[in-house]
């Protein structure tokens, strides 16, 4: 158990609509960071927060959007849903530095599957 | 512009023998080098990692890598694989863009035969 906890574990919905992902971090952690996994893309970076400011921005479509609040949980919203938008949406945190320097491991969650019929 | 390549896309092993599993990256400095595992139903974990010092890391599980200035090479290896080995493997690199933004490769799935 990496500590870190996404909800829903699956999903499925139909396009055009909307979907909110959420990810509280390992206790501690300020850094939380959002991957999508997809058997053609592979494993790519959307978006980084640290401590509720936007840090690092990835591959991320701009029908998605992302934020952290004060308790440090985390929300991917992805709206106008496509039939490419079905993959494995993984949350990960890291030190409370947010620093490479820390401990330089990034904490997964188990991933949201996300289906798109 | 920073990459990781991992040129096997499958791997199939016997049981009780050795593995390497490659993986290349590109990158303007020097790199923090990392190898995590994902077991099917599962998120990653993280096998090893590279900082700096000594090039010969190792990790979790049995595993080892080794870091290759010379060839850009980061390959993970175990002497002797186990059932429980097959996954899928990743090796990533950063930082990227600043913080911890991890850079990762395709992966490559493992199989082990009994």
């Known amino acids: 158990d990496s500590g870190v906890t996404q909800t829903p574990k699956h999903l499925i919905t139909a396009t055009g609509q909307r979907v909110t992902l959420r990810c509280s971090p390992r206790s501690g952690d300020l850094s939380v960071y959002w991957y999508q996994q997809s058997l053609d893309q592979g494993l790519q970076f959307l978006i980084q927060y640290y401590n509720g400011e936007e840090r690092a921005k990835g591959n991320i479509l701009e029908r998605f959007s992302a934020q952290q609040f004060p308790d440090l949980h985390s929300e991917l919203n992805l709206s106008s849903l496509e039939l490419g938008d079905s993959a494995l949406y993984f949350c990960?945190?890291?030190?409370?530095?947010?620093?490479?320097?820390?401990?330089?491991?990034?904490?997964f969650g188990e991933g949201s599957r996300l289906t798109v019929l | 512009a920073q990459s990781v390549t991992q040129p096997d896309i499958h791997i199939t092993v016997s049981e009780g023998a050795s593995l390497e599993l490659r993986c290349n990256y590109s990158?303007?400095?020097?790199?923090?080098l990392f190898w995590y595992v994902q077991s099917p139903g599962q998120g990653l974990q993280l096998l090893l990692k590279y900082f700096s010092g000594d090039t010969l890391v190792q990790g979790i599980k049995g595993f080892e890598a080794e870091f290759k200035r010379s060839q850009s090479s980061f390959n993970l290896r175990k002497p002797s694989v186990h059932w429980s080995d097959a996954a899928e493997y990743f090796c990533?690199?950063?930082?990227?863009?600043?913080?911890?933004?991890?850079?990762f490769g395709a992966g490559t799935r493992l199989a082990v035969h009994p």
């Open positions: 990960a945190s890291s030190s409370r530095t947010g620093s490479l320097m820390g401990t330089g491991e990034l904490f």
């Open positions: 990533a690199v950063g930082p990227s863009g600043g913080y911890n933004k991890l850079i």
């Open positions: 990158y303007g400095a020097t790199p923090y």
